[in-house]
């Protein structure tokens, strides 16, 4: 069965500290990780990855993936109050021409003042 | 601007009734997705379907279907629904290739008492 793992399940800190966030995953046949923010709505998407080592950046939101370790880490620099979000990752794998969806369960950042 | 919509947005219904949630999307994406998001479990995968008159179950299919008469509609149907079943449902839809991101509706909050 895939699984998809992400942890802390929740981290609490101040304005200008830098964070990250842990996604592991066993899934069959992997194809991508994509990371997405949710606010008290919908999840946006934030990064795909599907080359090992390559970092993708976006101001201060970076992640990057190691596919022989099996995780990916989300980097975000110099917090702000609006990243106190759940951020959710979701593995694409498996064989069929689509493939299969795992969420990981969600980290919950609180960023205070 | 293309989006995607769902509703309604709240619905309370009685335990048995059929309910329907509608996902609406305007990008032309061939692709589509239903899952519910519950505490603890994250956001699970219910039906997909990437194409018209194609439809696959997902994670958690059990008592709900779907049907794609055309690009742009997903509906989501509860035969009999059940108090397991209250969630947020979100919708979501992407491109033709599974490895690209998922853009996501605003969801639908379903109370069944």
């Known amino acids: 069965e895939d699984k998809v793992v992400q942890s802390p399940l929740s981290l609490v800190v101040h304005e200008g500290d830098t964070v990250t966030l842990n996604c592991s995953y066993e899934?069959?046949?992997?194809?991508?990780l994509l990371w997405y923010k949710q606010e008290k709505k919908a999840p946006t998407f934030l990064f795909m990855l599907t080359s090992s080592g390559i970092e993708k950046k976006s101001g201060r939101l970076s992640s990057i993936l190691d596919k022989k370790e099996l995780f990916s880490i989300l980097n975000i620099t110099a917090t702000q109050t609006g990243d106190s979000a759940v951020y959710l990752c979701l593995s694409n794998a498996g064989g069929t021409s689509y493939g299969k969806l795992t969420f990981g369960q969600g980290t919950i950042l609180t960023v205070h003042p | 601007d293309a989006e995607i919509t769902q509703s309604p947005r709240h619905k309370i219904t009685e335990t048995g009734r059929q309910v329907t949630l509608a996902c609406h999307q305007t990008?032309?994406?061939?692709?589509m997705f239903w899952y519910r998001q519950d505490l603890g479990h994250g956001l699970r995968l219910i039906h997909y379907s990437y194409g018209v008159q194609d439809t696959n179950k997902g994670e958690v299919s059990d008592g709900y279907s779907v049907s794609r008469s055309n690009t742009e509609d997903l509906p989501l149907t509860l035969e009999s629904a059940a108090s397991s079943q209250t969630s947020v449902y979100f919708c979501a839809s992407s491109e033709t290739s599974g490895r690209n991101e998922q853009y996501f509706g605003p969801g639908t909050r379903l109370t069944v008492t």
């Open positions: 899934v069959t046949n992997f194809r991508s």
């Open positions: 990008w032309n994406h061939n692709n």
